[in-house]
């Protein structure tokens, strides 16, 4: 009869625990404050028993923290009318190239780099200049005249002068005929390294892309993060509760009711740090995509519930494939190429710096010819000047040397762009894979759990096991929650870490 009333009082409880799993009890801080939106989805569970998690981005109401005295405006955030409240991936990558700041410096970066190829090209060009002056002379004559002051009769002798008036209209043309290709190597260089900045730019884009999805899936995973540490309270509040049930009955000792009050305790333990955490996810991906750290803005979950319906974005491809597409799209390999051949440019540029140069000149100018300024005459010339470097104190020799040192700079960063790219695609292809086979291998866990839980929950029914073994099946299936939604987020992350390295991802 004894343990007639242990099944039956089991069977109660497990009943309870079923209603309350099912429509979870939010717990509120005294005195309980206003509700406000947060995005923890909080679980449930199904008809046979299973643990189930909506959507990551679905809002409930939770104060922060759950347990202890709230802190207002701490987890509200403000809403910006520009910004959706839940975004798709591709929204926030989108935001992100509008407003982060990281692109604004690359497009300054890239502006600087073309003004140097606009200077260069002016010395392919004519060089046109006008001139006019006006000059009055006065000279004093070698001839002296006398002068008598009439009323006193005073004689005297001074020097005779002249004054004259000097216009001048003139325009003249200078042209680089020839230097060896100096100008050319500088122009050449100018271009390779603007091309080496938009490649820059591109590798930006593609970081400020990477880090906003990185940010998008860690807000996820903290979001259901949140949800299973809910869970968990739960699942200790039923054990909590049935030691209590068993004590009012006589059947436990009233010293084990510390035993099972420490789990809950710890678990609510888990719930403010995982709401914390998920506050500070939330703020990152904001600021990822250059927004204020406050803005209320949520990730829309893109992934399936059910971590078995996961299915890869990615196709794992061998190491061979992969490399060889990350040297030929990747825009860091592109600029460091470019970075080279304009480094190689300049040191010719440099070389020919004591090379002869070969200008044409072109003057046409009028003049005035008498000495009040007019009678202009009309006289021209044209003619061609070699200038030959002979002694230059050493400046093109210094000049070469630094030249040469920068190209060798520039080579060996091209060669540490490309390991390091061989490192990145060789590292993410492993994670890659590692998430991918984890995910399956959760999979696996979850679903072991899911049966473990209906077993034990028959077998206790029958009154052939204990309630604590019930009570660590549950305790499974909630790790086993645990384990499949970090697995399913890391894949997530692992994807764009992959595409990254390869030089694919973006917004499309």
Do not use: C, W
């Given at each position: 009869?004894?343990?007639?009333?242990?099944?039956?009082?089991?069977?109660?409880?497990?009943?309870?625990?079923?209603?309350?799993?099912?429509?979870p009890?939010?717990?509120?801080?005294?005195?309980?404050?206003?509700?406000?939106?947060?995005?923890?989805a909080?679980?449930?569970?199904?008809?046979?028993?299973e643990?189930?998690?909506?959507?990551?981005?679905?809002?409930?109401?939770?104060?922060?923290?759950?347990?202890?005295?709230?802190?207002?405006?701490?987890?509200?955030?403000?809403?910006?009318?520009?910004?959706?409240?839940?975004?798709?991936?591709n929204?926030?990558?989108?935001?992100g190239?509008?407003?982060s700041?990281?692109?604004?410096?690359?497009?300054?970066?890239?502006?600087?780099?073309t003004?140097?190829?606009?200077?260069?090209?002016?010395?392919?060009?004519?060089d046109?200049a006008?001139?006019?002056?006006s000059t009055?002379?006065?000279?004093?004559?070698g001839?002296?005249?006398?002068?008598t002051?009439?009323?006193?009769?005073?004689?005297?002798?001074v020097?005779?002068?002249?004054n004259s008036?000097?216009?001048?209209l003139?325009?003249?043309?200078?042209?680089?005929?020839?230097?060896?290709?100096?100008?050319?190597?500088?122009?050449?260089?100018?271009?390779?390294?603007?091309?080496?900045?938009?490649?820059?730019?591109r590798?930006q884009?593609?970081t400020?892309a990477?880090?906003?999805?990185?940010?998008?899936?860690?807000e996820?995973?903290?979001?259901?993060a949140?949800?299973?540490?809910?869970?968990?309270?739960?699942?200790?509040?039923v054990n909590?509760?049935?030691v209590?049930?068993?004590?009012r009955?006589?059947?436990?000792?009233?010293?084990?009711?510390?035993?099972?009050?420490?789990?809950?305790?710890?678990?609510?333990?888990?719930?403010?740090?995982?709401?914390g955490?998920?506050?500070?996810?939330?703020?990152?991906?904001?600021?990822?995509?250059?927004?204020?750290?406050?803005?209320?803005?949520?990730?829309?979950?893109?992934?399936?519930?059910?971590g078995?319906?996961?299915?890869?974005i990615?196709?794992?491809?061998?190491?061979?494939?992969?490399?060889?597409?990350?040297?030929?799209?990747?825009?860091?390999?592109?600029?460091?190429?470019?970075?080279?051949?304009?480094?190689?440019?300049s040191?010719?540029?440099?070389?020919?710096?004591?090379?002869?140069?070969?200008?044409?000149?072109?003057?046409?100018q009028t003049?005035?010819?008498?000495?009040?300024g007019?009678?202009?005459?009309?006289?021209?010339?044209?003619?061609?000047?070699l200038?030959?470097p002979?002694?230059?104190?050493?400046?093109?020799?210094?000049?070469?040397?630094?030249?040469?040192?920068n190209l060798?700079?520039?080579?060996?960063?091209?060669?540490?762009?490309?390991?390091?790219?061989?490192?990145?695609v060789k590292?993410s292809?492993?994670a890659?894979v590692?998430?991918?086979?984890a995910?399956?291998?959760?999979?696996?866990?979850?679903?072991?759990?899911?049966d473990?839980?209906?077993?034990?929950?028959a077998q206790?029914?029958?009154?052939?096991?204990?309630?604590?073994?019930?009570?660590?099946?549950?305790v499974?299936?909630?790790?086993?929650?645990?384990?499949?939604?970090?697995?399913v987020?890391?894949?997530?992350?692992?994807e764009?870490?992959?595409?990254?390295?390869?030089?694919?991802n973006g917004a499309?």
């Amino acid at each position: 009869m004894h343990q007639h009333y242990l099944r039956t009082l089991a069977g109660v409880a497990l009943t309870a625990f079923v209603v309350s799993t099912t429509a979870p009890r939010i717990v509120h801080a005294q005195p309980k404050p206003a509700p406000t939106a947060r995005p923890s989805a909080v679980p449930s569970v199904s008809p046979t028993g299973e643990i189930e998690l909506p959507p990551a981005s679905v809002p409930t109401n939770m104060p922060y923290p759950a347990y202890g005295t709230p802190v207002p405006g701490v987890d509200t955030g403000v809403v910006d009318p520009s910004v959706p409240q839940v975004i798709t991936l591709n929204q926030s990558i989108a935001i992100g190239y509008a407003k982060s700041p990281l692109l604004a410096q690359a497009r300054a970066q890239l502006a600087i780099a073309t003004a140097p190829v606009d200077l260069a090209k002016t010395a392919l060009l004519p060089d046109i200049a006008g001139r006019a002056s006006s000059t009055r002379d006065h000279s004093q004559l070698g001839t002296n005249t006398t002068v008598t002051n009439q009323a006193t009769g005073v004689t005297t002798t001074v020097p005779s002068s002249a004054n004259s008036t000097s216009n001048v209209l003139s325009v003249t043309l200078t042209q680089l005929i020839f230097d060896g290709g100096r100008v050319a190597a500088e122009l050449r260089s100018a271009r390779d390294n603007q091309s080496a900045q938009a490649d820059l730019y591109r590798r930006q884009l593609q970081t400020v892309a990477f880090n906003v999805a990185n940010a998008y899936y860690n807000e996820l995973a903290a979001q259901r993060a949140t949800a299973i540490a809910v869970q968990t309270v739960a699942v200790n509040q039923v054990n909590e509760n049935l030691v209590n049930a068993q004590i009012r009955a006589g059947a436990e000792a009233r010293a084990d009711l510390s035993t099972a009050q420490l789990p809950t305790a710890q678990a609510r333990l888990a719930v403010v740090r995982a709401q914390g955490a998920e506050l500070s996810a939330q703020a990152a991906f904001a600021n990822s995509m250059g927004l204020d750290a406050n803005t209320l803005v949520l990730p829309r979950d893109d992934t399936p519930v059910n971590g078995a319906a996961v299915t890869a974005i990615v196709k794992v491809p061998t190491y061979q494939q992969a490399i060889a597409r990350a040297l030929a799209l990747r825009p860091d390999v592109s600029a460091a190429n470019f970075s080279v051949e304009s480094n190689r440019a300049s040191v010719r540029a440099a070389r020919l710096g004591n090379f002869p140069n070969l200008n044409g000149t072109a003057t046409q100018q009028t003049a005035s010819t008498d000495s009040n300024g007019g009678s202009f005459r009309n006289n021209g010339s044209v003619g061609v000047a070699l200038s030959i470097p002979i002694f230059d104190q050493g400046v093109t020799k210094a000049q070469t040397a630094q030249a040469q040192g920068n190209l060798d700079l520039a080579i060996a960063n091209q060669t540490t762009t490309i390991q390091g790219v061989q490192l990145n695609v060789k590292q993410s292809l492993v994670a890659l894979v590692s998430a991918s086979s984890a995910l399956d291998q959760a999979n696996a866990e979850l679903s072991k759990a899911q049966d473990v839980l209906r077993s034990t929950q028959a077998q206790y029914k029958a009154g052939v096991t204990t309630l604590p073994l019930l009570l660590n099946a549950q305790v499974g299936l909630t790790q086993a929650l645990t384990d499949q939604s970090t697995a399913v987020y890391t894949l997530r992350q692992a994807e764009q870490a992959f595409l990254f390295a390869e030089g694919t991802n973006g917004a499309s």
